[in-house]
């Protein structure tokens, strides 16, 4: 049962824990035996005033206080025993909630970006929080309080068959009733229990999706629209959750009537049994004692495994992710990738995305050191896919990409991305202060070097206008701050990382043509030394370009110098032309970007 395999599953995930869990296991056998014996004690002191007109006083007396010893001292270390459960299961509980959690976000940090791209950032979080809180509340019932009750289950109830096995088969029936009921329970409404979680992650993503878009919303008076898809969702999630919630309380009634039945039948049974002498006093307590035991667990097990069913689909969607599997393999103790020039080569190079067409054929190139060569050519031609295999976001399908001739699947990823630098067109600023996003890459700069990175940018200047200079918090995404400051402070903060390798994409597209030259000076001090490639559709950005590689569908076209490709009258003219001509057409129509 899928049900079980996932319970098995979270089980496993304790990893180094797992010898703690044993040791649990095996406390929890001794609660449950101690527990066993409550009952057979309570019964044997019934039994004794039963027959105190057939004992001395003597005897009465020594016979009790003997059974009242033992009863006590099975009490104090019932105790004992479950302090020490409780204590060390909280632990473990709260320990590997935050490692699951660690685990999960390390793992979708390192995914690839199709599956970001696939997957809203509002659903990862609340599979994140949702199935960490499910492992959480599974490991800490389980054991806890749950052990016991499957342990006296398992190994304790078999052991009422040697006591008296006519009673002891009333017991055996109340559990195969109970969960003869649950197992039909859970068939019946786990499809309902996971769609009724798919909804509730639909409800999470929407929430995000429109929280981080508000400017649009209010700009585009989606304010009614979005509250009412909300409301469909919410409208959804409880139309399939209410049949589930019916078919437990199903169960709820009937292993109530369950409990009231064995009761009752222990009773009537034990008192035919014992007009016939088959059975004693001290047996019928003791079976008394053990239904209302059992009773107890049981509910409480019933209960468990509710909870327990409607975290599944959390806890699934959990794992879910974890299988997730990356677009790039690091081979086991890979070697740092060493940069001693910054010579970057691809050498037949082909890529496609796994059971996609072929999107690069017979890429090659080098680009030497301190070089500044720029990818141009339409939109789809394969520019960002190659500067994404030389990141290794994916590895190519054919050929290799080396930096200083080390082929870049035989090196290290960190190490890797370390020797890289980006700018984006979009900076992907965090809601962090300006100085905390300046040591991204970087985490030990000083502030010497930050404030020189930021000269360098042309940064400085505006940073130091702000509330809290440095320190001052920029919003979500850097929403406090104009395209060009946040231009500006990501050129920073590849000026602090000073990597050997840059990649500019479209770096200054989004910028208007006056904040454009001021961060245009700071790319400038950027490249300067460094092995630079600029991706641009601006085609007058690459003018300055020591080779500019013009790339259509998949393979580079044509390559060379801004003023020979020009010369040439071949697709780099072609696309050059078509800019020029749309150029009149689109004057005035951008808006301005603060500088």
Same mark, same amino acid.
């Given at each position: 049962?899928? /049900?079980?395999?996932?319970?098995?599953?979270?089980?496993?995930?304790?990893?180094?824990?797992?010898?703690?869990?044993?040791?649990?296991? /095996?406390?929890n056998l001794m609660v449950a035996g101690l527990q066993f014996l409550d009952p057979v004690l309570f019964g044997r002191v019934v039994g004794l005033l039963a027959d105190a007109a057939n004992l001395s006083p003597g005897a009465l007396w020594d016979r009790a206080t003997t059974v009242l010893g033992i009863w006590g001292a099975v009490g104090i270390a019932g105790i004992g025993v479950n302090i020490a459960v409780a204590l060390q299961t909280e632990r473990l509980a709260h320990r590997n909630r935050l490692q699951a959690m660690s685990r999960f976000y390390g793992h979708v940090l390192n995914l690839p970006l199709s599956f970001h791209g696939d997957t809203q950032s509002g659903r990862l979080m609340k599979t994140m929080i949702s199935g960490s809180d499910g492992l959480f509340g599974t490991w800490l019932v389980f054991f806890r309080d749950q052990l016991s009750t499957y342990l006296s289950v398992i190994v304790l109830l078999p052991l009422t068959l040697f006591m008296n096995w006519r009673l002891a088969l009333v017991l055996i029936v109340l559990v195969v009733v109970f969960v003869t009921v649950t197992i039909v329970v859970i068939?019946?409404? #786990?499809?309902?229990?996971?769609?009724?979680?798919?909804y509730n992650t639909s409800l999470a993503g929407a929430a995000q999706d429109a929280l981080a878009n508000v400017v649009v919303v209010q700009s585009f008076t989606r304010l009614s &629209?979005?509250?009412?898809?909300?409301?469909?969702?919410?409208?959804?999630?409880?139309?399939?959750?209410?049949p589930v919630l019916n078919w437990w309380a199903v169960v709820n009634v009937m292993t109530r009537a369950s409990s009231t039945l064995a009761v009752i039948s222990i009773v009537v049974i034990g008192t035919l049994l014992s007009l016939r002498g088959q059975a004693t006093v001290a047996e019928i307590v003791s079976f008394m004692g053990f239904?209302?035991?059992?009773?107890?667990?049981?509910?409480?097990?019933?209960?468990?495994?509710?909870?327990? /069913?409607?975290?599944?689909?959390?806890?699934?969607? /959990?794992?879910?992710?974890?299988?997730?599997?990356?677009?790039?393999?690091?081979?086991?103790?890979?070697?740092?990738?060493?940069?001693?020039?910054?010579?970057? &080569?691809? #050498?037949?190079?082909?890529?496609?995305?796994?059971?996609?067409?072929?999107?690069? %054929?017979?890429?090659?190139?080098? &680009?030497k050191p301190g070089m500044a060569v720029a990818l141009v050519?339409?939109?789809?031609?394969?520019?960002?896919?190659?500067?994404?295999?030389?990141?290794?976001?994916?590895?190519?399908?054919?050929?290799?990409?080396?930096?200083?001739?080390?082929?870049?699947?035989?090196?290290?990823?960190?190490?890797?991305?370390?020797?890289?630098?980006?700018?984006?067109?979009?900076?992907?600023?965090? %809601?962090?202060?300006?100085?905390? %996003?300046?040591?991204i890459g970087r985490p030990g700069a000083t502030d010497e070097e930050l404030e020189r990175a930021c000269r360098?940018?042309?940064?400085?200047?505006?940073?130091?206008?702000?509330? %809290?200079?440095?320190?001052?918090?920029?919003g979500e995404r850097g929403t406090t701050l104009s395209g060009g400051q946040?231009?500006?402070?990501a050129i920073a903060r590849a000026?602090?990382?000073?990597?050997p390798i840059l990649i500019l994409d479209e770096a200054t597209s989004a910028l208007d043509a006056a904040t454009e030259a001021r961060v245009g000076r700071a790319l400038r001090a950027l490249m300067a030394g460094r092995t630079t490639f600029i991706i641009a559709h601006r085609l007058s950005t690459v003018r300055d370009a020591d080779e500019i590689l013009v790339f259509d569908a998949g393979r580079i076209a044509e390559r060379g110098s801004f003023d020979a490709l020009i010369a040439q009258g071949g697709v780099f003219a072609d696309l050059v032309s078509t800019q020029l001509a749309a150029a009149p057409a689109s004057a005035g129509a951008g808006g301005r970007s603060a500088a």
């Open positions: 049962m899928r /049900f079980l395999r996932t319970y098995w599953r979270v089980i496993l995930l304790l990893g180094r824990d797992l010898r703690l869990a044993v040791l649990l296991a /095996f406390a068939l019946r409404t #786990e499809a309902g229990q996971r769609q009724v979680e798919r &629209a979005e509250a009412r898809l909300f409301g469909d969702i919410a409208r959804e999630v409880i139309r399939h959750q209410f239904a209302t035991l059992l009773i107890g667990r049981l509910e409480s097990a019933v209960s468990f495994i509710a909870s327990l /069913f409607f975290r599944m689909p959390s806890i699934e969607d /959990f794992f879910a992710v974890l299988d997730a599997k990356g677009s790039v393999a690091e081979k086991p103790g890979a070697p740092a990738l060493v940069v001693t020039q910054g010579e970057v &080569a691809f #050498e037949d190079v082909g890529f496609a995305y796994p059971g996609g067409p072929p999107i690069l %054929n017979d890429v090659s190139f080098v &680009a050519g339409q939109t789809g031609a394969g520019k960002s896919t190659t500067m994404s295999l030389l990141q290794r976001l994916w590895d190519p399908t054919q050929g290799r990409v080396t930096i200083d001739g080390q082929d870049l699947r035989d090196v290290s990823l960190e190490s890797l991305r370390a020797a890289i630098g980006v700018v984006f067109q979009d900076s992907m600023l965090f %809601n962090r202060t300006i100085a905390d %996003n300046l040591r360098m940018a042309d940064a400085h200047d505006f940073i130091v206008r702000q509330k %809290n200079g440095y320190q001052t918090m920029i946040k231009q500006r402070l000026l602090l990382k000073d990597p």
